[in-house]
């Protein structure tokens, strides 16, 4: 069966400084992906990113970074530069290639709170 | 660009009575559409996936249903409520299933049954 575990319910940095939010997952599927959602306290739902496990190189759009570890099943997010509208939940999903459902499994999210 | 529009934006419903959200997506034709529930405070799961007109799969059963009647159209019902059913849906979409694509969520609903 699927997993993912986000063990950090909540995480507070001082603006402009790095973070690093954990994710491991479990899966027996050969190929598959890994994501990162932010939501907002709207409830806005937002992309951020996305990592392929066939590719070895970390992924990066912007302020945001994977940090990989395929042997270790464990995908990190990391944002740097932090602004004070990073704050939010932060949900880990991840979906097998060869599901016909397009089924996300979204781990429990971590609360990110930026300071000033 | 992708729209993705959900109505009501909020709903108070009573135990026992029936519901109908709404989800329209706009400038994709023949998108894979997707409907999560989230309670308060917790994690999103995945409650129906279609991939076209009139073809709905149930991954998660918690007395809702799912019907695809317009390409960009994606309803989730009841007949009766249940206070279990509180809590926010969310309508998302993707290209298609078989490929990586990420899936892009709606603004979502609040319901909260009394």
């Known amino acids: 069966a699927q997993k993912v575990t986000q063990t950090q319910t909540s995480i507070s940095v001082v603006e402009k400084t790095t973070v690093t939010m954990d994710c491991v997952y479990e899966?027996?599927?050969?190929?598959?992906?890994l994501f990162w959602y932010k939501q907002t306290a709207s409830g806005e739902i937002v992309f951020l990113i996305r990592?392929?496990?066939?590719?070895?190189e970390n992924a990066t759009v912007g302020h945001y970074s994977l940090n990989f570890q395929k042997p270790k099943s464990s995908i990190g997010l990391i944002i740097t530069a932090t602004q004070i509208e990073d704050s939010a939940v932060y949900f880990c999903a991840m979906r097998a290639l060869n599901y016909n459902q397009g089924k996300l499994i979204f781990g429990q999210g971590t609360k990110l709170s930026i300071k000033p | 660009a992708q729209t993705i529009h959900q109505w009501p934006v909020a709903e108070i419903k009573a135990v026992g009575s029936p519901l109908s959200l709404g989800c329209t997506i706009k400038?994709?034709?023949?998108?894979?559409l997707y409907w999560y529930w989230q309670a308060t405070g917790g994690t999103l799961q995945q409650l129906f996936y279609s991939i076209t007109v009139g073809q709905v799969e149930s991954v998660v059963q918690l007395n809702l249903s799912a019907s695809r009647p317009k390409d960009d159209q994606f309803i989730l019902s009841t007949e009766k409520l249940l206070l279990s059913h509180s809590g926010f849906y969310l309508c998302a979409w993707s290209l298609d299933l078989v490929s990586s694509y990420e899936q892009y969520f709606g603004p979502g609903t609040r319901l909260t049954v009394l």
């Open positions: 899966t027996r599927d050969s190929s598959y992906f």
């Open positions: 400038g994709k034709s023949s998108p894979n």
């Open positions: 990592q392929d496990s066939y590719k070895k």
